[in-house]
């Protein structure tokens, strides 16, 4: 579940952009000032807030170490603070003086690229805070960028609605012309480096814009043919133009905040977990906590609020129970069928035979106390001569409706994604494998000891078999079964 901890409310004016460092929260506003929280109880740091820009501010952004942190203005400039003293270290003026609308450093700080209300583009050398390289998209805002976790290229967004990648030396390398209609809002990279299936690398990248999407792209970097991107999912969660979103440290969720005044929490691979109906404006920022786990969401009512996700094991005291909605829309099910089979009780297991029409076993069922495991391993050998049931007929019967209660779904609103492709059951301890799917961990373990390294799914074979806990989907297995 999402649980809001705190509403913090410094700012006199919208809220623009909320950034995460290891252990601070800084906000930033269209009142010209930066607010920094300590992240262990959310007080303001004495320095804050932090005041140095003539206009308001529309980006913020942490250094990977939070030594340092970057916001950008109106008044054509980008700052750097120390979060030492919050003194100004450094005042980087845009070329052209241009409003700088986004800016967003390299995963090791080395860089920091900078966007304007021109279409301008600035490429800094932090450690000298001097001017690297410039670049330009004709006749649109650059409104959005963010490095690729290799650090060796960076994407920008713009109000044009095309994506575009960069390397460090300003070279246009590829362009994804219209990928938001009527404009690009925010976009960035998973954290992660992955692997395609022909060996090239990849990288996950989140967009989202005016036309009410947010979209998960595949950046692959090609030995020979250069640069591919792929939409992989659009996602339609939000009814209205969606403003914001990021991944969070381990890159299996994904959150964005819209015009409809929601926020919206995603397994990364595109299930939506949850919707929160916190803030009364347009939701214009949100971030993860890269230690731990939090989002924060900014909006124009002034607010931010702080958020954290649990797993689903228990609320932990103190914590208000979050507005969220429900995202899997099904009938209440009688309890036995929401669980797996083999954890039914021998209530369950007497519940699905009267559902079956198998009366004629129930007492027999009932004094042997069988349960979900026991049936699953139920036989036509062992119902004669365990059981003692004589009826050739009837054996034949309940194999029949055993064998279908093994290849059908849960429940007949069980969503796809939270049952295996092996067993069809809802998963217990779901990992990622090497193909991207999502398996029960003793399913996939079995299949890849006992069949060829291929997948299940694509029947190629996989590069490795190192199995990923996917937290995020088991969070989700355990909310819905907890709401049926």
Same mark, same amino acid.
């Given at each position: 579940m999402v649980s809001l901890i705190c509403t913090l409310q410094s700012h006199r004016d919208d809220v623009n952009c909320c950034a995460f460092s290891?252990?601070?929260?800084?906000?930033?506003s269209a009142d010209k000032s930066i607010c920094v929280y300590s992240t262990r109880d959310f007080s303001e740091l004495p320095f804050s807030p932090l005041s140095g820009h003539g206009y308001g501010v529309h980006y913020c952004c942490f250094s990977a170490c939070g030594q340092y942190l970057a916001s950008c203005s109106t008044d054509a400039t980008t700052v750097v603070w120390s979060m030492d003293s919050g003194e100004i270290e450094a005042v980087l003026e845009h070329p052209g003086r241009s409003p700088v609308r986004v800016?967003?450093?390299?995963? !090791? %700080?080395?860089?920091?690229?900078? /966007?304007? %209300?021109?279409?301008?583009?600035?490429?800094?050398?932090?450690?000298?805070?001097?001017?690297?390289?410039? /670049?330009a998209v004709t006749d649109t805002s650059i409104v959005a960028c963010s490095f690729t976790p290799c650090g060796q290229l960076f994407i920008t967004g713009s109000t044009y609605g095309d994506l575009r990648l960069w390397d460090l030396n300003m070279n246009h390398l590829h362009a994804e012309k219209n990928a938001h209609d009527l404009g690009v809002s925010c976009c960035q990279f998973a954290p992660q480096i992955m692997k395609g299936p022909d060996g090239c690398v990849q990288f996950r990248l989140a967009s989202c814009g005016q036309d009410s999407l947010l979209k998960i792209w595949?950046?692959? *970097?090609?030995? $020979?043919?250069?640069?591919? =991107?792929? &939409?992989?999912?659009? &996602?339609?969660?939000?009814? !209205?133009?969606? &403003?914001?979103?990021?991944?969070? #440290?381990?890159?299996? =969720?994904? +959150?964005? /905040?819209?015009? !409809?005044?929601?926020?919206?929490?995603?397994?990364? +691979? %595109?299930?939506? *977990?949850?919707? &929160?109906?916190?803030?009364?404006?347009?939701?214009t920022a949100c971030a993860f906590s890269p230690t731990a786990p939090l989002i924060a969401t900014g909006s124009m009512d002034?607010?931010?609020?702080?958020?954290?996700?649990?797993?689903?094991?228990? #609320?932990?005291?103190?914590?208000?129970?979050? $507005?969220?909605?429900?995202?899997?829309?099904?009938?209440?099910?009688? /309890?036995? %069928?929401? *669980? =797996?089979?083999?954890?039914?009780?021998?209530?369950? +297991?007497? $519940?699905?035979?009267?559902?079956?029409?198998?009366?004629?076993?129930?007492? +027999?069922?009932?004094?042997?106390?069988?349960?979900?495991?026991e049936l699953l391993s139920l036989t036509k050998e062992t119902l004669s001569s365990e059981l003692h049931i004589d009826s050739l007929g009837l054996r034949s019967k309940v194999m029949k409706k055993i064998e279908e209660l093994k290849m059908a779904p849960v429940s007949?609103?069980?969503?796809d994604e939270y049952l295996c492709p092996i067993t069809r059951e809802i998963m217990k301890d779901p990992v990622i494998a090497a193909d991207g799917y999502s398996y029960e961990r003793e399913a996939i373990e079995s299949w890849i000891n006992t069949k060829s390294r291929t997948s299940p799914m694509t029947n190629l074979p996989l590069q490795t078999t190192l199995l990923t806990p996917n937290r995020t989907l088991k969070m989700a297995i355990l909310r819905w079964t907890t709401c049926q």
């Open positions: 290891g252990s601070l929260l800084a906000t930033c800016c967003a450093f390299s995963p !090791d %700080s080395s860089y920091l690229v900078s /966007g304007g %209300s021109d279409g301008t583009i600035a490429l800094w050398d932090f450690t000298s805070r001097t001017l690297r390289r410039t /670049g595949i950046v692959s *970097l090609l030995s $020979a043919a250069g640069i591919k =991107m792929q &939409l992989a999912h659009s &996602l339609t969660g939000q009814s !209205d133009p969606v &403003l914001s979103c990021a991944y969070s #440290a381990d890159g299996q =969720m994904l +959150v964005s /905040g819209s015009v !409809d005044k929601t926020v919206t929490v995603y397994q990364a +691979v %595109s299930i939506l *977990l949850y919707t &929160l109906n916190q803030h009364d404006r347009y939701v002034k607010t931010v609020n702080i958020w954290r996700v649990e797993d689903g094991s228990g #609320a932990q005291g103190g914590f208000l129970t979050a $507005a969220f909605s429900p995202n899997t829309q099904c009938r209440k099910s009688s /309890g036995h %069928s929401r *669980l =797996m089979v083999r954890e039914w009780s021998a209530e369950d +297991v007497l $519940a699905w035979l009267r559902e079956e029409g198998l009366e004629a076993v129930i007492d +027999v069922f009932k004094c042997n106390n069988i349960d979900g495991e007949n609103c069980t969503p």
